[in-house]
């Protein structure tokens, strides 16, 4: 049976749009042990590239801010602790009543 709202379903989106910035970034991570648990999904950027990391977070009839604080309270970004560019974390939800949602914030080092 198909289904097409859920988190797998938001995973091969998050995955597809991979294709479209293949030049600047190496192929993504997927529940990639971290912190204290597993990040979604992680891009990071190929070598000599001015993009950010990405540690993106998925969630299905949960808040967008909620999976950001996920990934802070899982300390997901932390492995990226001696990487020196933009990190940037990721939460996308989708909710039957209000659709997609996404919030994009900068990761804070520790420092």
Known sequence: MLKYNNENSLTCTVLMAYYSTKA???NPLLELPS???????VYLPKRDMDRPALVVE?????????AIAQIKDKQYADWL???????LLVGISYDKK???????EEYKLNI
Not at 35 to 41: E, I, M, Q, R
Not at 98 to 104: D, F, N, P, R, S
Request: proline share 0%; with cysteine.
């Open 24 to 26: 600047y970034y190496m």
């Open 58 to 66: 998925l969630k299905w009839n949960q808040s967008a801010k909620g």
């Open 35 to 41: 912190g204290k648990g597993f990040a979604d999904v």
């Open 81 to 87: 602790e001696g990487y020196i560019g933009k990190i």
């Open 98 to 104: 209000k659709g997609h949602t996404c919030v994009i």
